[in-house]
């Protein structure tokens, strides 16, 4: 950004009360003739500032702004722009292996004899610490105290990098562990929504934008702040000052009327939006919502629903500015000064809304009657997949019977068995002394689960616990339910893990906290925990029951991700819900009920209760919120957010320009990926002799391709950890691990629950290598292939990749020695992330696939005309069978823009940074 330019004759001023501040105006380009600019929607406008702002016939060009200021909503324009934001977002799960990512190319550029200080953040990160907090502890006073020991036991290698990247990186700040989860202190602190730079004497005012590492980003739209998730990979290219390339999007309108009925959360509104826009599909565009709706909703609310863009396949789901903006900045303690510039500069450049304010045109549009949503659940595996409240039981033993596969009449026996438990039904819990002079006693509970039962009921993730109408609503559900005697069945593992200090002492200054800690929701730790795997064992007799009787149990949880695996490897149905109903149904303690019409249990008299009982009204939640929340609370524990514990501030922390690699550590190992780095890219011909790896259905997430949670010791990565000396009980989670190749290799591929065609009868991860079809374990087939240099493609559905950001998906499968991915449709984040390692991401014709093809996995595949790759560009398949059958079908090279082909070209996107750093100086 200089402060020299003057592109379009657009540099202007404004004042304010004590300064002069310079903005780059969009009403100049269309007094110009460029576009109807006024009338486009928010979120292009501010793509367009950012080139406008940024033009330097560099990296943005007029030609840049010119295109966009053309952007046409009936007609795509297929131009990629260079987008510059003005900040990097991170989460510890991700932003280790960045962290690691940055110390090899310091490392590389080193021994290569550059100089490493030119590996160093340009653009400004965050981090923040709240993927690695585990209820390995809950019920009682105590567990967060013990999660967060444990916490430091486990990860105190990670956060000492941490620390070293802190310190050896320019533009680079840590807020540690215990604060709460990165979306939601961006929403409560970290977005400025309009910033401030000085650039040489002058004081620039342009809009908060923003990349995150993490696909839930989005929840800052909300704030009208443009932001969202892209792959680590391309995160890391921009902190180190690279533009993030990206196609002209379409905007799709999604216009909100009406207001939420009595009884019906802002959860139930979201998981209504996410099953009508994943219905329209609208992967790789952007979501904008307009109407009068939209002043119904507080901003709490509107972030539940930008925060599931992922869920519904958005890049964005944007919120403009208005005066519910400015409003929850002032409640959550933005000082007055600022707030009023936030106003003035969004006024002056057209991106404040009102009820007045013309209709933007867009692309295409939707539009909800928010009085039609209902209570409702989502599951058992995708976030999509809505149940209206009252049909949860029916669509549970729908579920048993054709997702599961179980027979009816099983259903109904414990259908029944969950009858009589919520008519007064006990446990019989024995106490048995363990001998000598033990002080403790040794509690056994004989609990008879069946299917259905819910063994894990979690408040957790930014999703909701950012919105204080759904958290205090909780809170007072569970005073009602104590007052009538109601308490939640022993067999349910409960968890409170608020996203930010502030929940927490709201809900102790509301006197909301001891009903719910009386119906075991004790806070756990301030972090992502349940919503993103890290729910930690289930209880030991349980998890017994579970195994023996092959039972289908379930997970309630306030998050935004139920994907099979992701909650917990031994729970295969899990459910989205809002807070009041996560406390609901862990009372019931089952799915398997209908809790409209049957009672949520039985007081000590034996009368019935029923959820119309206990749920709170709209008028009573408001009026909690307003005599408790106040900006004081916000500044209180802002104020000392950089501040850590005595365990984070007595870490011992590396010190120097380059990182001291431990080889015997296991969590923190230097990545292959620049060992032994050519200067000069090798030649990239033709894909020749590639054997299928993996054969996939649809819908394989990046949690099937790279789990984040905890893994078994009979697992191939927890028998490396245990050949490395790392006892079980430390073995932490695959997230946790992402600093160790050796480990995450061996984890891809390794869910549980995947499903290969090549191994039809079984889950996990298996195939077989050819030629012969012998059965081994991913991992080993993709060394043995590597071992004898034969290279690996991959086939695949639709919505192959969806899910989570995870960068380690695609570097996973690039060491596994996988060159191509072929699939029927890609997830925006994981397409960009396979070509950011240098896999080549492939589609199969439309109306085609792999069955049709007649490929069944033991083919040798040629994938020619990739010496000469354009973006879009279709190549030739040859697939050989083993029987000597040949097919032959074209797909279409998914490398969407020219710079992708540069980065394929070059083996991925830091390949290509680290190869233009060394060409242009060496030291």
């Not at 054709?402 to 969950?418: G, I, P, S």
Request: charged share 25%; glycine share 8%.
């Amino acid at each position: 950004m200089s402060a020299y330019m003057n592109p379009f004759g657009s540099k202007d001023f404004i004042g304010t009360d004590r300064s002069r501040i310079t903005l780059y105006r969009l009403s100049r380009l269309e007094e110009i003739g460029l576009g109807n600019i006024s009338r486009f929607p928010y979120s292009i406008k501010i793509l367009l500032e950012a080139l406008l702002r940024h033009v330097d016939e560099r990296i943005v060009t007029e030609e840049d702004v010119e295109s966009l200021a053309r952007w046409d909503p009936k007609n795509r324009v297929e131009r990629e722009i260079p987008f510059i934001p003005a900040r990097v977002l991170l989460q510890d799960f991700t932003g280790v292996p960045a962290v690691v990512d940055l110390a090899a190319m310091r490392s590389a550029v080193e021994r290569l004899g550059g100089d490493p200080a030119r590996i160093n953040p340009v653009i400004p990160a965050d981090l923040v610490i709240d993927h690695s907090i585990q209820v390995d502890y809950y019920g009682t006073s105590y567990a967060r105290a013990y999660n967060e020991k444990k916490e430091f036991e486990r990860n105190r290698e990670r956060y000492a990098v941490l620390r070293w990247g802190q310190k050896a990186f320019d533009n680079f700040r840590v807020i540690p562990p215990g604060r709460g989860i990165v979306h939601q202190i961006n929403l409560e602190y970290l977005a400025s929504v309009v910033h401030v730079k000085k650039v040489n004497s002058e004081l620039i005012a342009f809009p908060d934008t923003l990349v995150g590492m993490d696909s839930h980003t989005t929840m800052i739209n909300s704030l009208g702040v443009l932001g969202w998730g892209v792959g680590g990979i391309e995160a890391e290219a921009v902190m180190l000052g690279q533009p993030y390339h990206m196609p002209v999007p379409e905007v799709v309108g999604f216009k909100l009327y009406g207001e939420l009925k009595e009884g019906v959360t802002a959860t139930d509104l979201v998981l209504t939006i996410t099953q009508m826009l994943r219905k329209h599909n609208v992967v790789g565009k952007f979501v904008e919502f307009y109407g009068q709706g939209l002043s119904t909703l507080s901003l709490p609310d509107r972030a539940t629903i930008s925060n599931m863009a992922p869920e519904y396949g958005a890049t964005v789901g944007f919120f403009p500015i208005d005066d519910e903006t400015l409003k929850y900045l002032l409640m959550t303690g933005r000082k007055r000064e600022h707030v009023d510039l936030v106003k003035l500069y969004a006024m002056e450049q057209g991106l404040f809304r009102t009820d007045e304010s013309p209709e933007p045109l867009f692309s295409e549009t939707l539009e909800l009657d928010m009085s039609t949503v209902e209570p409702s659940l989502a599951g058992p595996k995708r976030p999509q997949d809505r149940i209206p409240l009252d049909e949860m039981e029916a669509s549970f033993h729908n579920a048993m019977e054709e997702t599961f596969l179980r027979e009816k009449t099983k259903v109904e026996a414990d259908h029944e068995y969950h009858r009589w438990l919520g008519e007064g039904g006990s446990f019989r819990v024995e106490h048995k002394h363990t001998g000598g002079e033990e002080p403790a006693a040794k509690y056994e509970m004989k609990v008879p689960v069946k299917s259905g039962s819910i063994v894990i009921a979690a408040i957790t993730s930014c999703t909701n616990t950012s919105n204080p109408s759904v958290m205090i609503g909780a809170g007072l559900l569970a005073r009602n339910a104590v007052e009538r005697g109601l308490k939640v069945k022993p067999y349910v593992k409960t968890s409170l893990a608020p996203g930010s200090r502030v929940v927490s002492e709201y809900l102790v200054n509301s006197g909301l906290m001891p009903y719910l800690e009386a119906l075991g929701f004790h806070l756990v730790g301030y972090g992502c925990t349940t919503c993103i795997g890290n729910s930690g064992p289930i209880p030991e007799n349980v998890a017994k029951a579970m195994k023996e009787n092959n039972l289908i149990v379930t997970a309630v949880l306030s998050g935004n991700r139920n994907f099979e695996g992701r909650i917990n490897p031994i729970v295969k149905a899990n459910y989205l819900a809002s807070p009041p109903l996560v406390v609901a149904y862990a009372i019931s303690g089952t799915v398997d009920i209908d809790l409209k019409t049957e009672p949520i249990g039985y007081d000590p008299n034996s009368k019935p209760v029923y959820l119309k009982d206990i749920w709170p009204g709209h008028e009573e939640i408001q009026q909690v919120i307003k005599n408790t929340i106040s900006p004081r609370l916000f500044e209180k524990q802002y104020s000392v957010v950089s501040s850590g514990t005595e365990l984070w501030e007595n870490l011992k922390v590396p010190s120097g320009e380059l990182y001291k690699w431990d080889n015997e550590s296991t969590y923190i190992q230097e990545p292959p990926f620049f060992r032994d780095f050519p200067i000069k890219p090798p030649e990239k011909g033709d894909l020749r002799d590639l054997r299928i790896l993996v054969y996939l259905g649809d819908s394989i997430t990046t949690d099937h391709i790279s789990p984040a949670g905890e893994f078994s010791q009979d697992s191939l990565a927890g028998q490396y950890l245990i050949s490395q000396g790392v006892a079980h009980l430390d073995f932490n989670s695959y997230g946790s691990r992402r600093g160790n190749h050796e480990v995450m290799m061996r984890g891809t591929f390794a869910n549980i629950n995947l499903r290969n065609k090549l191994v039809p009868d079984k889950e996990g991860g298996w195939t077989r290598y050819f030629p012969g079809g012998k059965e081994m374990t991913i991992y080993d087939a993709a060394m043995l292939y590597k071992k004898n240099g034969i290279p690996l493609a991959i086939i695949a559905g639709k919505e192959y990749g969806t899910g989570s950001s995870r960068d380690w998906a695609a570097k996973g499968t690039c060491l596994l020695g996988v060159s191509a991915v072929i699939a029927e449709s890609f997830e925006r984040i994981h397409r960009s992330n396979l070509v950011g390692m240098g896999v080549l991401p492939l589609q199969f014709m439309k109306g085609e696939k792999a069955d049709t093809l007649g490929i069944n996995g033991d083919e040798v595949l040629n994938i020619l005309g990739t010496s000469n790759i354009e973006p879009g560009g279709e190549l030739r398949v040859v697939a050989k069978g083993e029987n000597g059958k040949e097919e032959i079908f074209n797909v279409i090279a998914r490398l969407d823009a020219p710079i992708e082909v540069e980065f394929y070209r070059n083996g991925g996107i830091l390949h290509t940074f680290l190869r233009n750093i060394l060409g242009n100086k060496r030291r």
